[in-house]
Structure formats: C-alpha cells, structure tokens
C-alpha cells in the first residue's frame, strides 16, 4: 500500500511548482560532495557524463525542461519504471511535476558519485519542505530529508538508461502517510 502511494507520484495532475532556482543556481547546489571517477576515461568524455548527470539532477531540483532536455537520450529508459509512470522521456517529467508540488523547495544533494566505464552511479539526499500538496494530504511545512540511489548509464552525453532506489517510505513517514 505504502509503494502504490509514493508511485502515484507520477499520475497526479499540476503543473510543477519549481523550485526557487534558475537553471544555474539548479546546477550549483547540485555538485557532489565528493567524486571518484576512473583514470581510464578520457577527460572530454568524463566532462560530457558529468555534465549529464549534474543537468539531470538540477532538473530534479527546479523541474527545468531545458535540464532535462541536456540530461537525457531521447530513447531514455528508466529500468526500474514505478508503475503509471510514463516510459521515456515523460517519466522524469510527470514525476518531477508531483513531487515538485508536493516540496516545491525541493533540494537534491550528490553525496556522492561514481564514474567508471559508461555509468555515473550517485548517492542522492532530497530535502525540502511538504508544503504543497500529495495524495490528498496537504502539507503543513514538514521536514522531508530522504536517500536515494542512481545508476546512470551514459553515451554520447546523454542519459540512455536509469537504474534508481528511493527511500519512499521514509519520506511517506516524514509527510504522515505512513505509520
């Protein structure tokens, strides 16, 4: 019961209630805390797949279409893809429009990111406030302070694939619909 709450993220209606950051602020306050990367790729190619991976996660931050267009293939495919959510391209989009209207002061943190071979994998932390709305509830200004965990697959500087695990019951605890 607690998934099909976190994964109908994806089909409430609204337009996304961006955070209060523009698309370069999005991406400062989403660097990593701390990066390790292989030696064995080369420089250019490494910059191209960090920059995916710092435009998608600004995205995540301020719902930035242009963020996302940088970030993602136009055959995106997320491979863990939370049922009602839309395959492709659509997917970060409808997803990020209801979390985004639930914390509208949504904030992501890199804490940390691995680059080996054609994956970016990163430990995510999202904080923010509920003070929009999400199933009906809602919020009152809660805390919300949860981890989450990507694999990224990237060619040609573009996100291709999409690996992810969130801590969706701690943030249905922190906004009460979850015991």
């Known amino acids: 019961m607690h998934k099909a709450l976190f994964f109908a993220l994806a089909l409430l209606p609204g337009p996304a209630a961006a955070a209060p950051a523009g698309d370069a602020a999005a991406l400062r ?8 990367a292989s030696p064995a790729i ?8 960090i920059a995916a991976a710092d435009a998608f996660y600004g995205f995540w931050a301020s719902g930035s279409a242009d963020l996302l267009a940088a970030a993602i293939a136009p055959d995106f495919t997320d491979r863990t893809l939370p049922p009602g959510r839309p395959q492709g391209p659509d997917g970060p989009v ?5 979390f985004l209207a639930a914390v509208p002061d949504l904030s992501v ?4 990111r691995l680059i080996v071979g054609d994956r970016v994998v990163s430990h995510l932390n999202f904080t923010g406030h509920f003070t929009g709305s ?3 509830r ?3 200004g809660q805390p919300v302070d949860f981890i989450a965990t990507d694999i ?13 695990l969130e801590d969706n019951l701690t943030f249905l605890r922190q906004i009460g619909a979850a015991d």
């Open 109 to 112: 943190t890199v804490v940390q």
């Open 29 to 36: 306050l989403t660097g990593p805390l701390e990066e390790i």
């Open 152 to 164: 990224l697959r990237i060619e040609d500087g573009r996100i291709t694939d999409n690996w992810h």
């Open 134 to 136: 999400f199933q009906g």
């Open 138 to 140: 809602q919020g009152t």
């Open 42 to 49: 080369p420089a250019e190619e490494r910059a191209a797949m």
């Open 94 to 98: 409808a997803a990020s429009r209801v």
